[in-house]
C-alpha cells in the first residue's frame, strides 16, 4: 500500500515544489496549507472513487485524465505567461489562493480516483489506503515546498516558467498514461 501512495504522490510532490518557487519567503504555516490541501485531497478521491464503485465506473473513469489535463494545462499556460509579462503588467501566481491550490489539489489527485474506484472492484476495505495515501502525500508536499523554496532561489524569474512546463508536462503525462 505504501508504494501505490508514493506513486501517487509523485505528481503532488513535483507540483508542490514548484509552489515552494513561487513562494518569495516560505513559512511553515504555508508549506502546511500546501500540504494539507494535497495530502487531504489525495486521501478524498480515493474515497470518492470507492465510493463510486462499479456503478459510475464507466462515466468518470474516460474523462478523469482530460480533466487533470485541462487544469494543469491552464495553469501551466498562466503561470508561463505571467513570467512573459513586463513587471508593471505581472501578476504572480500565487500557489496559497485557494482556488489556485484546489486545482492543482483535483488535478494532481485524479489519479487517486482511479484508484479508489480500483479498490471498490477488489472490494478492499478504503481506510487503511487513505489514510497512507493522504499521510505519504502531505509529508511529501510538506518537504516539497522546501526544496523548492530553496531551489528556486538559484534561478530567480525563469523558474515560472519552468514550473509551467513541469506542470503542463505532468498533464501530459496523465492524459498519455491513461
Request: proline fraction near 2%; aromatic fraction near 12%.
Amino acid at each position: 500500500m505504501c508504494l501505490i501512495g508514493f506513486g501517487l504522490a509523485m505528481d503532488a510532490f513535483a507540483v508542490s515544489i514548484i509552489s515552494g518557487i513561487s513562494l518569495k519567503k516560505c513559512k511553515i504555516r504555508y508549506a502546511f496549507k500546501i500540504a494539507l490541501f494535497f495530502g487531504g485531497f489525495q486521501a478524498i478521491m480515493p474515497l470518492i472513487g470507492w465510493s463510486a464503485g462499479l456503478s459510475f465506473r464507466n462515466y468518470i473513469e474516460p474523462y478523469s485524465h482530460w480533466v487533470a489535463f485541462l487544469i494543469l494545462l491552464f495553469i501551466g499556460c498562466k503561470m508561463i505567461f505571467e513570467a512573459t509579462v513586463t513587471r508593471e503588467e505581472k501578476k504572480k501566481c500565487e500557489p496559497l489562493n485557494l482556488l489556485v491550490l484546489s486545482g492543482l489539489a483535483i488535478a494532481t489527485s485524479i489519479d487517486a480516483l482511479a484508484v479508489g474506484i480500483g479498490f471498490s472492484i477488489l472490494n478492499l476495505n478504503i481506510v487503511e489506503p487513505i489514510i497512507i495515501i493522504g499521510l505519504i502525500t502531505f509529508t511529501l508536499s510538506f518537504i516539497g515546498v522546501y526544496l523548492g523554496e530553496r531551489f528556486g532561489i538559484l534561478f530567480g524569474n525563469r523558474i515560472d516558467i519552468i514550473g509551467g512546463v513541469i506542470l503542463i508536462l505532468i498533464g501530459f503525462k496523465i492524459l498519455l498514461k491513461s
